[in-house]
């Protein structure tokens, strides 16, 4: 299959951020932190002129409007980032001082006046600083001797030193929603100390090592000089700043480290390493848990959206997407991933629908349709800058991109290779839910047609065999994911088979080995996937019943594979203890009723699947003309409520049974308050005159006990059946007792 | 007296429409038992009961039931338009001393009391219905074939099943109210481990679309089925009374060998004995099974698929024979997933057997357990679902349990059964007997629902303590049904 843009499921705004580009007078910083971009041009002989432009996502960034301002022109600016509150903007322009100003309000004028504050190690070198993100004006200043955190007074213009930490740095990763700087020292640069910032706080954690592959080939290795120089140590190279990156993965902060490998046939190869940090309320060291396998070498980029690790190819110009959530392959320690889709995939301009839609029938013809920015700039340019998480600056072009991760088209490329991952992948994503539900509708779909799709479709591959299990994997996740405690995910199906599935001759043994769900799995499994893959938007039981159940089957085949999905989810609920809603029992009665499979949802209301309410109970009661056993099941359905005591006695009078409601109502302790007439009435229209003496003497029993006498009153409105006793026994017979 | 019991002396099925001359009159048998009786013995006895019916037929709609005469019963059975089944028992007796013989000139008396009509007359529609699940119904072989097929197979299929001792037709000692019933046992089970059963048929429905119905059986007792009812009943009893006590002794020796070894824990009753053998498919019963819309008869292969106590019964639709890659690969499906079903239902029936004996003995204090005073039986028309505790099971034992009461007592069951037929559908009873032997009989009818208590050795006994003691046990087997007492 020839990936095209169009299929690309990693896409860039079609509404860039635009700004004046790099040149000689004009100087571009982005903070990646407050999400600012700064254009730095020169006014005049003593002044600078800053734009600031916010650059939020697509959706703020009308909210927030850029600004501009003057800034005294005192040397070369290396860096400048706002605080939280864009009250004070600092600016380093030294290597040993940070210049601060303050701001009347965020946007407004900036004061003229500016602070300095140095760093306090004697000697130390300015690496970079931070505003931190556990108070408001605390800045960190790292230095390769290690890190200074400082509270700025605005009003005072002055600078506290409230904490420091003495540890060489070579140079240092920032993750700042976590609070967390990695220090890189040794001569290989590959030793970490994790310096966790609170407020007025430096908390470090133990120092680790990062194992180090051997040299690659030079050409790699000078395809970039940023790193810095390159010394070898015993055959390795140090490891560069761009090759590592913290990032939070599914709530866990990660340090990734890009490891360029030779392969032993030659060629390139990469595989980046995940160290799982320690969460903060739990001590411990950084574990290097997780592998993502690159077959490629070269230059690469790291973007995380969405929870996906997004690996950015430039020579390729393709990009890489793993999602560490995913079941992979485990040695008992480390998992290694292989990426979501088997072929990379371009990054994509996204386009406005109306073009896509125009653009499918001729796919050849696409790049005369490429929006004006793919004119102006160049997919994977070697001017872009990646900035963690999802940004993209093409300085030179003066455009900046957020990567958005489309869940369709993720659907579409993973759904033939394998439903099951896709359906999981998409039920990891934000905003798949849609998605997750067509995924869910497709395989519902393939349940319902009995012969397998034509080999010319690409879902030929996952045929009825596979879509079985796959459905009741995806269902387990779902449940798992209403489920109080999250136990263990459920193991992932097995891999679809190569031929579509015919009764006669099935070539692929390997599909039927374990089926999900059903196959309890490892301990170690367990153990691995307890890592925290809550999905951020799931698809939730009334979710599932309106996308997927709602809208009613009209062919046999959909309603049997309505009831499948019912029951599969009801299963998968049950295993995680997680009440069932009523809506999803209503839909299955109604399937199984309309296609006349009354003697299974008997068994399943005898094991009590279909849990006990009146709405069921009195449906039940109306189907008893199709099925008359209905009527029994009603009955001790609304016996079991205990609640329902009116509606069984109204049956039981309804059928004439006057002496089973008379006995009823007294097992019950409901026999004093029923009303005489109703019971003398359906006695008396029953045309059995003994019923009618046993029922007429019970309640004159009743009389004597609760008012002293036998007789009834005119309230009781038994004047007819009074007389008509009297007719038939004769007047004596009135209010005769026997003596108890 | 136990031992003098009703036997069958003669079956045979009769068509008047088959003779059109006089003189002919053997053609209208299609099957006579005993076999070795004399034509015109066989003539004679059709004919008699050719005349019966007929004379009947004057003075009332319902066809004739039953001809009771001194020393025999006979039943009569019309399942199809034209064929008749007739069944005759005799009666049993006692030889009397001379004195008395010469006083009532005759030489026995004849317990006509020890024959019940409704339990000959349901052995003989069990003997239709069993006969139409493996042969088909009369009609259809006629179609497809002439009479001369039909009396092949009923002769196929008779002379086997009156022989077969497990289906107790031939002697009528173990045929009691029970085998009026005839009911299906349910395995109590959670909801979690019955969806867990569920789930796994419906998968295995959904992958081979051959596949027409299904049933679970775990420990003999029924799980799930998807079969019609009346089918159920058949085929369950089948299973429980034929096929599977004679696989039961490899199932000892499966399991003996199973644990710890091969692994292989599935495997096929009917059909392949051994899946690495492609020659040899063995032989798999080829049955006809009610459609879902209860009226035509489709004809299905039933493969048997076995896992611990488990046992997965699946009726393919029998236009072409299984072939071997169809069975490796059902058995590629059901290895493991049978496996794990069996084990979760064989825990949780488990656990839930445990508990339910630890409610019992808790809240009866004494006297609970298995040689309890008090025994009952409950049959629930509407699905056919039967407990009892009248039949004691030997330690070990595969073979149906021997009955705890006495026969007089069960006898006196199918009376009071009978009785309270008459009364129709709608009508609730309840009816106390005791007998001379100071035995109590509680019947209860509700709601299409039967229930008897049988209790002995109960003393002092009168009726309030009795029905106390009943109500106990109700309270405790059927607390979660509408079964007012």
Same mark, same amino acid.
């Given at each position: 299959m020839q990936s095209s843009s169009s299929d690309s499921y990693a896409q860039l705004d079609d509404n860039p951020i635009r700004f004046q580009p790099v040149s000689e007078q004009t100087n571009v910083f982005y903070d990646a932190v407050q999400s600012h971009l700064f254009t730095v041009e020169k006014a005049d002989s003593n002044s600078l002129l800053v734009r600031v432009q916010p650059c939020q996502s697509s959706s703020l960034s009308d909210s927030t409007k850029a600004f501009s301002f003057r800034l005294k022109d005192c040397g070369e600016v290396k860096s400048m980032k706002f605080s939280a509150d864009c009250r004070i903007l600092a600016v380093q322009r030294s290597s040993t001082a940070v210049e601060f100003v303050n701001f009347a309000t965020a946007g407004g004028a900036a004061d003229t006046v500016e602070y300095s504050q140095t760093c306090k190690t004697k000697a130390a070198q300015i690496l970079g600083f931070q505003w931190t993100q556990a108070a408001n004006h605390e800045v960190l200043y790292v230095t390769d001797c290690g890190l200074e955190l400082f509270s700025v007074t605005p009003e005072k213009r002055s600078l506290r030193l409230v904490k420091s930490a003495a540890q060489q740095c070579n140079w240092y990763a920032w993750h700042h929603a976590a609070g967390t700087a990695a220090l890189s020292s040794g001569p290989l640069s590959n030793q970490f100390s994790m310096f966790k910032i609170g407020q007025s706080s430096l908390v470090k954690t133990p120092r680790f090592e990062v194992d180090l592959?051997?040299?690659?080939?030079?050409?790699?290795?000078?395809?970039?000089?940023?790193?810095?120089?390159?010394?070898?140590?015993?055959?390795?190279?140090?490891l560069r700043e761009r090759d590592v990156f913290l990032a939070e993965l599914y709530g866990q902060l990660y340090l990734g480290v890009l490891k360029h490998y030779v392969k032993p046939g030659g060629g390139s190869a990469t595989e980046i390493a995940l160290y799982q940090q320690p969460s903060s309320d739990s001590a411990g060291n950084p574990r290097k848990s997780d592998l993502l396998v690159l077959q490629q070498g070269g230059r690469l980029a790291v973007s995380i959206v969405d929870n996906l690790v997004l690996v950015h190819h430039q020579r390729l110009q393709r990009s890489f997407a793993f999602d560490i959530a995913l079941p992979a392959e485990t040695d008992g320690y480390l998992r290694y991933h292989q990426p979501v889709t088997v072929e990379a995939m371009p990054l994509a301009w996204s386009q406005p629908q109306r073009q896509q839609q125009k653009q499918l029938p001729r796919a050849g013809s696409q790049q005369q349709?490429?929006?004006?920015?793919?004119?102006?700039?160049? +997919?994977? *340019?070697?001017?872009?800058?990646?900035?963690?998480?999802?940004?993209?600056?093409?300085?030179?072009?003066?455009?900046?991109?957020?990567?958005?991760?489309?869940?369709?088209?993720?659907?579409?490329?993973?759904?033939?290779?394998?439903? $099951?991952?896709? +359906?999981?992948?998409?039920?990891?994503?934000?905003?798949? &839910?849609?998605?997750?539900?067509n995924a869910l509708r497709r395989l519902m779909l393939l349940l319902t047609s009995a012969e397998p799709p034509a080999a010319a479709d690409a879902i030929a591959t996952a045929s009825v065999t596979t879509c079985l299990p796959v459905l009741a994997y995806a269902l387990d996740l779902l449940a798992a994911q209403e489920s109080?405690?999250?136990?263990?995910?459920?193991?992932?199906?097995?891999?679809?088979?190569?031929?579509?599935?015919?009764?006669?001759?099935?070539?692929?043994?390997?599909?039927?080995?374990?089926?999900s769900g059903m196959a309890s799995?490892?301990?170690?499994?367990?153990? #691995?996937?307890?890592?925290?893959?809550?999905?951020?938007?799931?698809?939730?039981?009334?979710?599932?019943?309106?996308?997927?159940?709602?809208?009613?089957?009209?062919?046999?085949?959909?309603?049997?594979?309505?009831?499948?999905?019912?029951?599969?989810?009801?299963?998968?609920?049950?295993?995680?203890?997680?009440?069932?809603?009523?809506?999803l029992f209503e839909t299955l009665v109604r399937a199984l009723v309309t296609t006349g499979r009354f003697g299974e949802l008997h068994q399943l209301i005898q094991y009590h699947v279909i849990s006990d309410s009146k709405p069921i109970a009195c449906l039940l009661l109306s189907l008893q003309s199709l099925y008359p056993p209905a009527h029994q099941l009603a009955l001790d359905m609304m016996k079991r409520l205990g609640s329902a005591n009116e509606e069984i006695l109204e049956v039981l009078l309804s059928q004439g049974r006057v002496l089973s409601a008379v006995k009823f109502l007294r097992s019950v302790g409901k026999f004093d308050s029923v009303a005489a007439h109703k019971l003398l009435e359906v006695a008396f229209e029953s045309g059995d005159w003994r019923q009618f003496y046993s029922v007429f003497r019970a309640l004159e029993q009743r009389n004597a006990r609760l008012r002293g006498s036998a007789a009834f009153q005119p309230a009781d409105h038994c004047q007819r059946y009074v007389a008509e006793f009297a007719g038939r026994f004769g007047q004596t017979a009135l209010g005769q007792l026997r003596a108890l | 007296m136990e031992d003098s019991e009703a036997q069958c002396e003669q079956f045979f099925i009769f068509s008047p429409s088959l003779c059109t001359?006089? $003189?002919?009159?053997?053609? &209208?048998?299609?099957?006579?038992?005993?076999?070795?009786?004399?034509?015109?013995?066989?003539?004679?006895?059709?004919?008699?009961?050719?005349?019966?019916?007929?004379?009947?037929?004057?003075?009332?709609?319902?066809?004739?039931?039953?001809?009771?005469?001194?020393?025999?019963?006979?039943?009569?059975?019309?399942?199809?338009?034209?064929?008749?089944?007739?069944?005759?028992?005799?009666?049993? &007796?006692?030889?009397?001393?001379?004195?008395?013989?010469?006083?009532?000139?005759?030489?026995?008396?004849? #317990?006509?009391?020890?024959?019940?009509?409704?339990?000959?007359?349901?052995?003989?529609?069990?003997?239709?219905?069993?006969?139409?699940?493996?042969? $088909?119904?009369?009609?259809?072989? #006629?179609e497809r074939g002439n009479v001369e097929i039909l009396r092949q197979k009923c002769n196929h299929f008779f002379s086997r099943y009156l022989a077969d001792p497990n289906h107790s037709c031939f002697s009528i000692y173990q045929s009691t109210l029970l085998e009026v019933y005839r009911g299906v046992t349910?395995?109590?089970?959670?909801?979690?481990?019955?969806?867990?059963?569920?789930?796994?048929?419906?998968?295995?429905?959904?992958?081979?679309?051959?596949?027409?119905?299904?049933?679970?059986?775990?420990?003999?007792?029924?799980?799930?089925?998807?079969?019609?009812?009346?089918?159920?009943?058949?085929?369950?009893?089948?299973?429980?009374?034929?096929?599977?006590?004679?696989?039961?002794?490899?199932?000892?020796?499966?399991?003996?060998?199973?644990?710890? *070894?091969?692994?292989?824990?599935?495997?096929?009753?009917?059909?392949?004995?051994?899946?690495?053998?492609?020659?040899?498919?063995?032989?798999?019963?080829?049955?006809?099974?009610?459609?879902p819309d209860g009226g035509s008869l489709a004809e299905c292969h039933m493969l048997v698929y076995r896992s611990g106590r488990s046992s997965l019964c699946l009726f393919v639709d029998a236009g072409d024979p299984v072939t071997y890659e169809q069975y490796l690969a059902l058995d590629r499906l059901l290895q493991p997933l049978m496996r794990h079903a069996s084990d979760t239902v064989q825990t949780c029936s488990q656990q839930l057997s445990e508990a339910s004996a630890a409610s019992a003995s808790a809240a009866s204090g004494s006297g609970g357990g298995a040689d309890s005073h008090i025994r009952f039986l409950y049959f629930?028309?509407?699905?056919?679902?039967?407990?009892?505790?009248?039949?004691?099971?030997?330690?070990?034992?595969?073979?149906?349990?021997?009955?705890?009461? &006495?026969?007089?007592?069960?006898?006196?069951?199918?009376?009071?059964?009978?009785?309270?037929?008459?009364?129709?559908?709608?009508?609730?009873?309840?009816?106390?007997?005791?007998?001379?032997?100071?035995?109590?009989?509680?019947?209860?009818?509700?709601?299409?629902?039967?229930?008897?208590?049988?209790?002995?050795?109960?003393?002092?006994?009168?009726?309030?303590?009795?029905?106390?003691?009943?109500?106990?046990?109700?309270?405790?087997?059927?607390?979660?049904?509408?079964f007012i007492e």
């Open positions: 592959p051997h040299a690659p080939s030079s050409s790699l290795a000078s395809s970039n000089a940023a790193g810095g120089g390159s010394v070898g140590i015993g055959g390795r190279q140090p349709q490429q929006p004006q920015d793919a004119a102006a700039t160049q +997919l994977y *340019s070697q001017s872009w800058i990646f900035f963690l998480p999802d940004v993209i600056v093409d300085a030179q072009a003066g455009l900046l991109w957020r990567i958005r991760i489309r869940p369709d088209r993720l659907s579409a490329l993973m759904f033939p290779m394998d439903p $099951g991952r896709c +359906l999981h992948c998409l039920h990891l994503r934000a905003n798949a &839910k849609i998605d997750t539900a109080p405690q999250p136990g263990p995910l459920p193991s992932p199906p097995p891999p679809p088979p190569p031929s579509p599935f015919d009764f006669a001759a099935n070539e692929s043994p390997s599909a039927y080995s374990s089926l799995f490892s301990q170690q499994q367990q153990q #691995l996937l307890s890592l925290p893959a809550r999905a951020p938007d799931p698809l939730t039981q009334s979710d599932l019943y309106v996308h997927l159940l709602a809208e009613g089957p009209a062919t046999e085949a959909e309603y049997k594979a309505q009831v499948f999905v019912i029951l599969e989810f009801v299963r998968a609920l049950n295993d995680r203890n997680v009440p069932v809603q009523h809506f | 001359r006089e $003189g002919e009159e053997a053609q &209208k048998i299609v099957y006579f038992y005993p076999a070795s009786t004399e034509l015109n013995l066989q003539v004679k006895c059709v004919g008699l009961a050719e005349a019966v019916v007929r004379f009947t037929a004057d003075f009332s709609d319902q066809p004739v039931r039953c001809l009771t005469t001194l020393k025999s019963r006979q039943v009569f059975l019309q399942p199809e338009p034209g064929y008749w089944f007739v069944m005759r028992f005799s009666v049993p &007796k006692i030889p009397l001393q001379q004195q008395a013989a010469a006083e009532a000139k005759e030489d026995a008396e004849y #317990l006509a009391e020890n024959v019940q009509d409704v339990v000959c007359h349901e052995l003989l529609h069990q003997a239709y219905l069993m006969y139409r699940l493996f042969k $088909g119904s009369i009609a259809m072989t #006629l349910f395995l109590p089970l959670s909801k979690r481990a019955f969806l867990q059963v569920h789930c796994l048929v419906q998968r295995v429905q959904a992958t081979f679309s051959r596949v027409r119905f299904a049933c679970y059986l775990h420990s003999d007792q029924l799980v799930w089925t998807s079969l019609h009812p009346t089918d159920t009943r058949c085929v369950y009893a089948y299973l429980v009374h034929s096929l599977f006590p004679r696989h039961a002794e490899d199932d000892l020796r499966n399991l003996d060998k199973g644990i710890g *070894s091969s692994g292989a824990f599935g495997r096929f009753i009917t059909g392949p004995p051994n899946l690495d053998d492609p020659s040899q498919l063995g032989s798999v019963p080829r049955l006809f099974l009610t459609g629930n028309h509407m699905n056919s679902a039967q407990k009892s505790t009248v039949f004691v099971q030997p330690e070990g034992s595969k073979r149906p349990g021997v009955l705890a009461v &006495k026969r007089d007592l069960m006898r006196l069951c199918a009376d009071v059964h009978a009785d309270h037929c008459r009364h129709g559908d709608l009508v609730d009873t309840e009816t106390v007997a005791k007998t001379a032997g100071d035995a109590w009989l509680v019947a209860k009818k509700f709601d299409r629902r039967d229930f008897f208590a049988l209790v002995t050795q109960f003393r002092p006994a009168n009726l309030i303590l009795v029905t106390e003691e009943v109500s106990r046990l109700c309270q405790a087997q059927f607390h979660s049904i509408l």
